[in-house]
């Protein structure tokens, strides 16, 4: 998986990170079992802080997204992501809730809003979703 990083971006880079790597997984770039960089490997190949790496993925494994063994190394975790249950889903309406609210301060309208959301979950559809 390659990584594209932008180092003037507001959003820190161990964001960047996780957030590519949780896209890489929600569309089966990324499949369970399936090996990611060694920490130092990926410090040193995006030319960046190991201990940056290392947030990155101390996150995505409290979220359950990886594994890290010791002999096996870092792996996206082999039962899969855990389902969203009533406390993550009211996390992610939390979540939601400034973004929505920004747009529409901005002036976008609901349906703009409804459309920028099918826009990228169309980004995210399987073969199979579409059949």
């Known amino acids: ?9 507001k959003d ?7 957030k590519q790597i949780i896209i890489g997984i929600a569309k089966r770039e990324l499949r369970p079992n399936e090996p990611l960089p060694s920490v130092r490997s990926l410090a040193s190949d995006i030319g960046i802080n190991l201990h940056t790496v290392n947030k990155a993925y101390q996150q995505l494994k ?22 969203a249950d009533s406390e993550y889903k009211e996390t992610l309406k939390q979540t939601l809730r400034p973004i929505i609210a920004e747009g529409l301060c901005k002036d976008l309208s609901h349906e703009s ?14 073969e199979e979703d579409i059949k």
Do not use: N, T
């Open 1 to 9: 998986m390659l990584f594209s990083l932008d180092f003037e971006s």
């Open 12 to 18: 820190p880079i161990y964001s960047q990170i996780v």
């Open 62 to 83: 409290q979220e359950g997204y990886i594994l890290i063994h010791r002999q096996k190394g870092v792996v996206i975790h082999p039962e899969g992501v855990p389902k």
């Open 113 to 126: 809003i409804a459309d920028l959301y099918q826009e990228v979950l169309k980004e995210f559809q399987r």
